[in-house]
């Protein structure tokens, strides 16, 4: 069976954590700024992690061999 390959845009875009979740950088911080609160600009600074729902889509689709970390990450907690 050949290799799945990873989507380019995903590999930029999300990196995954040791526990397995989804990291992304926040919306909304590119352009039309002096129309935002300097409240929804602060917010918009950092990252975020995903929900659960596109999580699983973005494992499961996107980046094909991260996911099997998270397995392994979960196995370890089960253990314990």
């Known amino acids: 069976m050949p ?6 845009g995903a590999k930029k875009r999300f990196k995954v954590t040791s526990s397995g979740k ?21 917010k ?6 995903l929900c659960d729902a596109d999580e699983r889509i973005v494992l499961r689709n996107f980046l ?3 996911r099997k970390k998270k397995k392994a990450a979960n196995k370890k907690e089960g253990d314990k």
């Open 44 to 49: 918009a600074k950092g990252t975020t992690v």
């Open 64 to 66: 094909p061999y991260a």
């Open 3 to 8: 290799k799945m390959k990873t989507k380019s």
């Open 22 to 42: 989804v990291k992304v950088k926040q919306a909304y911080a590119r352009h039309m700024m002096m129309s935002k609160s300097k409240k929804m600009k602060r």
